[in-house]
């Protein structure tokens, strides 16, 4: 399933993003698009409410601007910089072709991403090599750990602290 819903779009981020064409046009599927302003490379940062599994990776873009290479970091504690991006390995790296820019899944290592908080991804180049890449519409794929919130459990019988 699509893990839109999980997103917390509040604590979303995207470094080297245009003003006019941010990472939330992305993140729905309302039109508008993501657009990088000084040159091709974006990092996006996406925190969930919970912790899912994801399973792959939707980008849709435009042929001539959409993104090639693709690095995927997982549950960093803090969103990388560029520098940090480049050199330190990833979950995961992605080559796009022109034919997954049209929003086909492009499936991912599952078995390295069964615990995940956030995610970040890595835009190094664009499909072109031009100065500006553009994302129409990114979803991650996956599904959500139903995690027990004990505080949801009500006392049966006994007092706190009393056991059998």
Not at 95 to 115: A, C, H, I, M, T
């Amino acid at each position: 399933m699509d893990l839109s819903p999980f997103i917390l779009k509040a604590q979303c981020e995207c470094l080297n993003e245009n003003d006019e064409h941010p990472l939330t046009n992305a993140l729905s599927t309302g039109g508008g698009f993501l657009q990088s302003d000084c040159d091709e490379q974006l990092i996006i940062s996406i925190t969930f409410n919970q912790a899912v599994k994801v399973h792959s990776l939707k980008v849709k873009g435009p042929m001539d601007k959409g993104p090639k290479t693709i690095k995927i970091f997982i549950n960093q504690p803090r969103t990388l910089d560029f520098d940090m991006a480049e050199s330190c390995s990833c979950v995961q790296e992605l080559e796009l072709s022109p034919g997954d820019l049209e929003g086909n899944p492009v499936n991912l290592r599952y078995v390295k991403f069964q615990n995940v908080n956030n995610i970040q991804l890595f835009i190094k180049d664009n499909i072109s090599g031009n100065d500006v890449t553009q994302i129409d519409h990114v979803a991650i794929i996956g599904t959500p750990i139903s995690t027990t919130n004990m505080g949801d459990f009500k006392r049966v019988a006994g007092k706190k602290g009393e056991s059998h």
